[in-house]
């Protein structure tokens, strides 16, 4: 039987961004940018997740 | 975001909010202020707004807009016209970013959905998908085009320092490709500056030196690492 939380997942690294949009000054020096972030997680969980039932 | 020159890629970067729902920021043309709207979390078609000085600060609350279609900070962000849905028509709000107080200036019709203010006076707004309309500038009287150029799908626009044209930001899908052209206010004619095969492009700035600034999107990729 599977035992949900058995196995801790470890994180493997983020995805780059998705987007930015900006935003500048009339002198070209200045601006504002917004970033939309949408990252993915990777995971591995060690192990076959399945717990043997005693 | 700032740097020392306006080639430079490298910028000295500083966080000023971050939210789930929606935030966007404005700089007013000096680069003295900016206007921060965040949409609020259980009601995102409304839109706190607050203006502080670039350099930092807690800022002004200057309330909330619902509705809210575009904005402009202009007058060294001393103002800010805004376009606001309201029944079936929009409304254009002049908002006074000391005190706060607004009043209507003008109703536009429901598809307006960009604008920005002309230096010496009047407004050019975006309509539709290619449409795109001037009203009270001193280079010509209020007209529509109906398209500029080859361009079907307009996304933004910004006009000249000198009030005589207007930059915009497009596509053509005949080339697959993002454009920037100059519309030309006197003679109504339009001249294609440069194409990108690219995704999208985010609002040209005209600089006081005459050169324009186009963010450019680039088509989204994965990398595996």
Redesign the interface.
Known sequence: MLKPGALAPIRLGLAPPTSATSRFARNGLRGVARENIQRSDVYVIRGSGIVPER | ??????TSLE?RQTL?GRSTSG?????????ER?LIMRNRPIDPDTRDLVIRA?AGGAGTSLGSVTGLVDWDLHQGGARLLAIRREGDAQQLLDIDTRSGQSSVLAVTTADARWHETVRGGGYVFLHGNASLSVRGVAARSATTFDRVGRLVQLMFLNPS?DGQSVAVAGWIPSIDSIVIARLDLRTGSSTELFALRAEGA??P?????G?L?V?I?ES?Y??A?
């Not at chain 2, 935030?23 to 680069?31: L, N």
């Not at chain 2, 700035?205 to 030196?209: K, R």
């Open positions: 975001m700032e740097r020392s020159t306006p910028f000023v935030i966007i920021g404005s700089i007013s043309g000096d680069g900016l670039f320092p985010g609002a700035t005209w600089l006081s030196s050169a600034l963010p999107l989204q994965s990398e690492w």
